[in-house]
């Protein structure tokens, strides 16, 4: 497959789990990239030297990042405003600066300011982990995911059309929108979760009592509601300060959908609560879950297991012998909303059809969601 480029080299500032995984999937589709990776972890470049990911390193700003077509600002949010300050002399229309965070208006904002707005374009790809640095970054992470660009009226559409492209010759779904317009779509769909699901857990473990029965029973529904507020607590704390007045315009919807919600259980208003959690349950359901989004995609099944001795290795054998990697594997003992006693995650769509498969061949009852 040939993919639009006309350039040798990139550069990476910020070498966590958002630029390992760049630069992961740029040596997967173009092996002979050069690529020159800026970060102060020395054990991650090291890493990433030694699995021939990248091919330069560097523990702070150098000239010859000025060589690169596309330098990729991948840093916290915070940290990608500091190095706007000291980039500007490597600009032109040769080296495009780009960045990758979650938040989009204030480093336009940023950039207009310091008078490099034509050489800038904004990125975010809507894919992540609850995991962070390099060792977690994998080359498919942003595989089908919508990749965002932002750009200023100043950016020649040439430059920009160059960029689309090769965005998605990663195997992203490019997606233009506003700064403004993707920093509230982000707020609704992916700050204000993590923020429910941290307050969520804040809440069980306040209520809890000294036996933890919440925390003993929580049933799988709470665990995959919950699951990301075990991402980065500094990254989270860098965006809602960056993205405060979107997030808190959606935390005062919020709020007014649960007074109502509220009234409505008050009230035993059966008419309100069905048309409620059926309306939910429609949009729901016509979401498309399988393509990766602001929020990290699970792979998992649920595999009915019978009590008895080896029940869980036997499975693990079967996975193993067909070469399907196993991500984690537990057996749920609050089987509440859950269709199985065994859940199986998995890293990747593939593993898991095979996976199904497989199990299904040798007559278990899997399930998956």
Partial sequence: MKHPVNFHKIGIIGLGLIGGTLAKTVRRVYPHMEILACDPDDESLALALKEGVITQSCTALTPELKSCRYLFLCAPVQENAVFLSKLAPFLSENCILTDTGSVKSAIHEDVRARGIASYFIGGHPMAGSEKSGYANATPYLFENAYYI??????????????????????????????????????????????????????????????????KSIAAGGFKDLTRIASSSPVMWQEICEANCTQIIRLMDHFME?????????????????????????????????????????????????????????????????????????????????????????????????????????????????
């Fill in 149 to 214: 660009i932002t750009h200023e009226d100043s950016v020649p559409p040439r430059l920009v059309e160059e960029y689309r492209d090769f965005i998605a010759s990663l195997g992203c779904i490019p997606f233009l929108m506003a700064p403004a317009e993707h920093d509230y779509a982000t707020a609704a769909v992916s700050h204000l979760p993590h923020i429910l699901a941290s307050s969520l857990v804040h809440l069980v473990q306040s209520l809890d009592n000294e036996e933890e029965y919440m």
């Fill in 257 to 369: 959908a649960m007074e109502q919600m509220k009234a409505d259980i008050a009230a035993s208003d059966s008419g309100r609560l069905l048309s409620f959690f059926q309306g939910a349950k429609d949009y729901r359901d016509s979401l498309p879950i399988k393509k990766s989004g602001p929020l990290p995609c699970v792979y998992e099944l649920y595999c009915d297991l019978i009590d008895e001795a080896g029940g869980i290795a036997t499975i693990a054998t079967i996975l193993a012998t067909n070469g399907i990697n196993i991500k984690n594997i537990g057996i749920i003992h609050n089987r509440e909303f859950e269709d199985g006693v065994l859940r199986i995650e998995f890293y990747e769509e593939e593993a898991l059809q095979n996976a199904l498969t497989q199990l299904r061949k040798h007559h278990y009852v899997v399930h998956e969601r």
